[in-house]
């Protein structure tokens, strides 16, 4: 553990006022791994989350931060202090240049500041105070104001976030989809027909708990890009999702969805479930049974069962796929940024972007 005190005036402030005054100004930062904290912690970092709509995300739960952690040896929380009070916890990852980004990396949905976010921080000496060079965030969501200075303004790093509206229910969100969809849902309920007499009956399971189910959904995924084969073959990676499909937490757990035809598994997706966010997390199916569109099934059928279990945002993440587009009927902003210990830091960062995206 690494606790650092640092006194938040500006280098150009005096001392000045009463012993009392001074120490009023005086920020606490405390760097530790999210076990660590205790419960008092703990309820602060959920009482944060409640505060705002998209900060109950799961990628902002302590669950989700203490199971990365268990994957990423580099992983860290920063606990920034004032006025003796907690005020925003950071997680992260840091390299060996001392510089912090995204705890989970691009498996992470959101990131940025677990806090209340009024009144803002002074973000410059908290990553000082953590002993980084600096904090790089990738997609943290428009509401998170005290980020505002820090994000980056070129297009390249903001990005619209596809999700489904479940809050006025199923059926206006359906009505809201837009006609080329609505025919398509029309195609996929014969392929559903189809379907049921070849192979037998669909049907949906909400949460699977049979473990065979994710590590059939792995194969299928693995089997379809390298790159997720080469990630999930690391054992710390193979742990964190076992960790995180048995979480049952208030904060975070793991929802395991299934789409039969008979006894048989056709598609398989892992989510993430906060409140009133489901965040869908990998996805695949049984190639062999493409030509059904088990895919599109399975979103209309999860979608449908998420509104009557309390879902408002079915989050489906960064990234443009097709079905986000078929399926998202709303969006909200995330974008990227980086705050730097120094200011000479900040500004030669500054500089390299402008030159290098110009």
């Known amino acids: 553990m690494l606790s650092v005190r640092v006194d ?47 900060g109950v995300h799961p990628s902002f739960s302590l669950t989700y931060a203490r199971a990365s952690c268990r994957a990423d040896v580099n992983g860290r929380v920063a606990v920034a202090e004032q006025d003796g009070a907690i005020r925003a916890f950071i997680p992260y990852t840091v390299g060996s240049d001392g510089i912090a980004s995204t705890l989970g990396g691009g498996q992470t949905g959101l990131d940025g500041l677990v806090s209340s976010n009024d009144p ?28 505002d200075p820090y994000r980056y303004q070129g297009s390249r790093d903001q990005e619209a976030i596809r999700f489904a509206d479940l809050r006025n229910g199923y059926a206006n969100y ?75 937490n208030a904060d975070c757990s793991g929802v395991t969805s299934v789409l039969y035809a008979g006894m048989k598994p056709l598609s398989i997706l892992l989510s993430m479930r906060s409140a009133h966010i489901l965040a ?29 279990r309390g879902v408002e945002i079915v989050d489906f993440g960064y990234g443009e796929l097709p079905y986000k587009t078929r399926f998202g009927n709303a969006t909200y902003r995330v974008s990227g940024g980086g705050v730097w210990a120094s200011r000479l830091g900040s500004a030669t960062r500054s500089l390299y972007r402008r030159a290098k995206y110009r």
């Open 8 to 54: 938040s005036r500006g280098p150009d402030q005096p001392s000045s006022g009463t012993l009392l005054e001074r120490m009023a100004l005086t920020m606490r930062v405390t760097v530790v791994r999210p076990a660590d904290l205790g419960v008092s912690e703990e309820k602060q970092w959920r009482d944060f989350q409640d505060s705002s709509r998209m």
């Open 280 to 308: 869908p997390w990998i996805v695949a199916y049984d190639p062999e049974y493409s030509r059904f569109s088990p895919g599109t099934i399975k979103w209309l059928a999860l979608i449908e069962e998420a509104a009557t």
């Open 174 to 248: 359906r009505n809201s989809l837009p006609e080329n969809v609505a025919q398509r849902i029309s195609r996929t309920e014969r392929y559903r027909r189809a379907l049921q007499r070849e192979i037998g009956e669909v049907s949906f399971e909400w949460n699977s708990g049979d473990p065979a189910h994710l590590a059939l959904l792995l194969k299928w995924k693995s089997n379809q890009y390298e790159s997720v084969r080469q990630w999930v073959s690391n054992p710390s990676i193979l742990t964190l999702l076992q960790d995180l499909a048995a979480s049952d």
């Open 120 to 147: 803002p921080l002074d973000l410059r000496r908290v990553i000082d105070g953590a002993g980084l060079r600096g904090w790089r965030f990738s997609r943290v969501p428009a509401e998170q104001h005290p980020l």
